[in-house]
Every structure is written in C-alpha cells, then in structure tokens.
C-alpha cells in the first residue's frame, strides 16, 4: 500500500465522521501497521492502517482489547475512537497519547496496577474473540482450566505453525503433560498478553499507559513472564507486584515454562535464530 493510498483513506476518513485532518506526520508503526498522528479539527488522533486482507479482523481483535483494558479501569490506555474499513484498508482511531517523564514512583505504580489488572477475572479462560500476537493469530476460545487454555489456545498452534515452517519439535506430549503439572490452580486473570517494554508508554502525567494489546482472561503469570522475557523492567515491580496481589510459590521457576509461548511466536515470524531457546525450555519439560 502506498503513501497516497494512506492520504486517501485519512481524507475519506475524516469526511465519515465529521473532522477536518489539518496535517498528518508518520509514526513509526512497525513491520505491520502504517501509523500516523493527525492534527483534525477535533484534536490530535493516531490512526494505524494496515492490510485489510492480510490481517482481517486485526483492529476490530485490537479495539476489543483497548476497550477491555479501559473498563478494568486499572492502567492507562488509549481510547478508541473508530475501527473500519476503506476499499482495500483497514483502519483504527485511536486517541493520541502524549509522553510524559515518569514519575518517582512509576514502578510501584505499575506494579500496583498491574495486580490490579490482573484481579478482573472471568468464568472461563479465553476471550469472547480470537485476536492477534503480533501477525499472528491468537486464539481464544473457552477452556476451564489454566493447563487446557495454555496447551490448547497457546502452545498447540503455534507448535503446528512451526511445524509447518519445518522446525520440527520433539517429545510434545511428554512436555504438555509435565506443563500442565506445574501450572498454578488460579481463576483466570485479565492480562494484556504481549507485555513486553515496546507495549507500554509513560503518559502525559508521567504514569503506565498499555498499548498494543493482545488480551484474554488467562494465567496471570504470562504477564510477568513476557516482562522478564527481553528485559526493560526493573526487578522493583515484580516486588511491587507480589506485595500487591500474591504469586503462586516457584513462579519465577515457572517463568520459562510461559516464555516457551513467546519464544514460539518469535521463532514463526522472525525464524530460527529462536530455535535454540526453544529447544532449551522443551529439553527442560521432556
């Protein structure tokens, strides 16, 4: 999709609902999205334009995601303002958020409202809607245990993926039964589900704001597992965190054991270089 492709979608755009767009600048956005902050007659906006072939569903996936993280009420997000789609583009308006300068206690605030977060609970593991991990799928269909949800919604089809892209893993059921043993018998939690330091921002009042969510009601731990993943966390808000809302005893030996999903995701879109990694926490589980 070209540029002017993109100035045509903003204009129709701001004709469907009402505002003049004064100016656009490019964000940068990624390898999927194409993100732009526009100056319009209502105020500043960000709207991303992606492929509406390629990726169907993905900003209707992502508005679901803002919205629940708005009505939990615990962290900041953005507002979404309209999803839809123009010809051969899809697109997401989103309120544009101003960074700020942290404040002195912005990780015990995160780490506070990150528990926080993680007390909305639900009958079922899962999400209403299937979603996206990036350019993936991610699929959320009801279980009613933490074991089922994480083997069958997580681990399963993203093992099929890899297969398919000729990374063949061994000893599976081994592994998944030796997984389910060691996962904690909590209610499900909702979590943004892509917690990595790329998907959070510090506001215009120097607090967390999420962006980018990939959510669903799941075993909360696979936060703080994708926090510890790449780093950009300082170790004060895990402390924050379990003083605020209790972890299972040994979750930071379980730690690997949900890193193993994110790893999986890395290694079907970014290749080998994650092969390694994987083997590693499945050779820990066989």
């Known amino acids: 999709m070209s540029v002017q492709n993109d100035e045509k979608v903003i204009k129709q755009l701001g004709e469907q609902?009402?505002?003049?767009?004064?100016?656009s600048i490019s964000l940068a956005g990624g390898s999927i999205n194409r993100v732009y902050l526009l100056r319009t007659s209502e105020g500043e906006r960000v709207i991303?334009?992606?492929?509406?072939?390629?990726?169907?569903?993905?900003?209707a996936a992502e508005k679901a995601g803002l919205d629940a993280l708005k009505i939990a009420k615990a962290l900041d997000a953005p507002e979404v303002f309209a999803v839809g789609q123009i010809e051969e583009s899809a697109y997401?308006?989103?309120?544009?958020?101003?960074?700020?300068?942290?404040?002195?206690?912005?990780?015990?605030?995160?780490?506070?409202?990150?528990?926080?977060?993680?007390?909305?609970?639900s009958i079922n593991f899962g999400f209403p809607s299937?979603?996206?991990?990036?350019?993936?799928?991610?699929?959320?269909?009801?279980?009613?245990?933490?074991?089922?949800?994480?083997?069958?919604q997580?681990?399963?089809?993203?093992?099929?993926?890899?297969?398919e892209r000729g990374f063949l893993l061994q000893n599976l059921?081994?592994?998944?039964?030796?997984?389910?043993?060691e996962i904690p018998?909590?209610?499900?939690?909702?979590?943004?589900?892509?917690?990595w330091s790329g998907n959070y921002l510090v506001n215009q009042e120097g607090l967390p704001c999420l962006i980018d969510p990939a959510v669903c009601y799941g075993p909360r731990e696979m936060d703080l597992a994708m926090m510890?993943?790449?780093?950009?966390?300082?170790?004060?808000?895990?402390?924050?965190?379990?003083?605020?809302?209790?972890?299972?005893?040994?979750?930071?030996?379980?730690?690997?054991?949900?890193?193993?999903?994110?790893?999986?995701?890395?290694?079907?879109?970014?290749?080998s270089s994650y092969l390694p990694q994987v083997k590693k926490v499945i050779a820990g589980f066989s």
């Not at 609902?17 to 100016?23: A, D």
């Not at 059921?173 to 043993?181: M, T």
């Not at 993943?229 to 924050?240: S, Y």
């Open 173 to 181: 059921s081994r592994v998944f039964k030796n997984i389910a043993l």
């Open 17 to 23: 609902h009402n505002f003049q767009v004064k100016t």
């Open 185 to 195: 018998n909590e209610p499900p939690a909702l979590i943004h589900g892509d917690l």
């Open 48 to 59: 991303k334009i992606n492929s509406a072939t390629k990726f169907p569903g993905m900003f």
């Open 130 to 152: 299937s979603n996206y991990i990036g350019s993936l799928a991610q699929y959320n269909n009801a279980e009613s245990s933490a074991a089922d949800f994480y083997i069958h």
């Open 228 to 271: 510890k993943l790449f780093g950009g966390f300082p170790e004060d808000v895990f402390q924050i965190y379990h003083s605020a809302f209790p972890l299972e005893s040994g979750w930071k030996e379980r730690l690997s054991m949900w890193q193993l999903y994110y790893l999986l995701v890395h290694l079907n879109i970014f290749g």
């Open 92 to 121: 997401l308006l989103l309120e544009y958020k101003k960074e700020g300068s942290q404040k002195v206690h912005f990780w015990e605030v995160f780490g506070q409202q990150l528990a926080q977060l993680h007390r909305n609970t």
């Open 154 to 163: 997580r681990l399963e089809p993203q093992i099929k993926m890899a297969s």
